[in-house]
């Protein structure tokens, strides 16, 4: 069973930071690629971030150089922080993960609402 767990969601105005995390409790498969989506109201969920398991990074176009993705192997945790937050980036996010061999789970999402 697979299990992932995400905090760091709020309400924030423009130009302020949140920062994100997922940690799954899985244990029997290992860990590839962790990320995070996103879903905007009326909008189609698009990848915001992923890193690979050799810490290969990529960005989606919208957020490069505001948002950061890490991770901690050995907690089995990822992150996001989110600097520089726009009205734009308003929408729920969700924690992505992909284990071998060929399995990706996604979490419940958590809420980011960026508004003055």
């Known amino acids: 069973q697979v299990h992932l767990v995400e905090t760091g969601g709020g309400l924030v105005q423009p130009g302020e930071s949140l920062r994100l995390s997922c940690t799954t409790s899985?244990?029997?498969?290992?860990?590839?690629?962790m990320g995070w989506g996103r879903q905007a109201p009326g909008n189609q969920s698009e990848l915001v971030a992923e890193?690979?398991?050799?810490?290969?990074?990529t960005y989606l176009d919208s957020v490069k150089g505001r948002f950061a993705i890490s991770r901690d192997g050995p907690k089995n945790t990822v992150y996001l922080q989110m600097n520089s937050l726009k009205p734009e980036d308003t929408g729920v996010y969700f924690c992505?993960?992909?284990?071998?061999?060929?399995?990706?789970?996604w979490g419940q999402g958590t809420q980011v609402t960026v508004s003055s």
């Open positions: 992505m993960v992909d284990f071998t061999p060929g399995l990706r789970a």
């Open positions: 899985t244990t029997n498969y290992s860990i590839d690629a």
């Open positions: 890193i690979t398991a050799g810490g290969t990074t």
